[in-house]
């Protein structure tokens, strides 16, 4: 009888555990970082879709990029979170490529806080029309393991701290504009 009352017991505080950390009948809630969240309301803050002449307002890049979504992980396009299980998720992957919306690209300038993104493995911002400085931020972010700003107009000199980063194993900046 003892032994049934604490696996009963066990079963519940497992149960009220699960649920504290958002996970109900074995599903996560997609919490993401608000400190995550801010970093990519400030990302978009400084890039502009390039509408083309049959581009709607919901085939735009960032159309999805519905900020007071409670899932943000799964509905903003370009956007991967670590594990649903990790709370609060974190973005590992930022892909800023138009190829499948109708923008002819994004323009504007890489916001530097980008580094607050602090467990981002991927970064891909390719054919746009991106201007300034590569932030030396991104050195910050010893996560990194590709970096990919291919076709963009930077301007400025590439960060030497990018080379210190330990994870580093790809580095393309093909067909970019970078120096004085």
Aim: hydrophobic letters at 40%.
């Amino acid at each position: 009888m003892q032994k049934t009352n604490c696996s009963f017991l066990f079963l519940v505080y497992v149960t009220l555990f699960l649920r504290s950390l958002g996970i109900t009948h074995g599903q996560p809630r997609n919490i993401i970082s608000p400190i995550d969240l801010y970093a990519l309301q400030k990302i978009k803050n400084s890039l502009t879709d390039i509408p083309s002449s049959h581009t709607t307002p919901s085939t735009r890049f960032f159309s999805t990029w519905d900020f007071p979504s409670h899932d943000s992980c799964s509905t903003f396009d370009g956007i991967t979170c670590s594990s649903p299980f990790l709370i609060p998720r974190r973005v590992t992957s930022l892909i800023l490529v138009t190829d499948l919306s109708d923008s002819l690209g994004l323009a504007g300038s890489l916001s530097q806080s980008i580094s607050e993104l602090s467990e981002l493995n991927q970064l891909v911002l390719n054919a746009a029309i991106v201007t300034g400085p590569i932030p030396f931020q991104l050195g910050n972010i010893r996560s990194l393991r590709v970096i990919s700003l291919t076709n963009n107009l930077f301007t400025g000199l590439i960060p030497i701290s990018i080379f210190t980063l330990p994870n580093l194993h790809t580095l393309d900046l093909s067909k970019t504009s970078s120096g004085d």
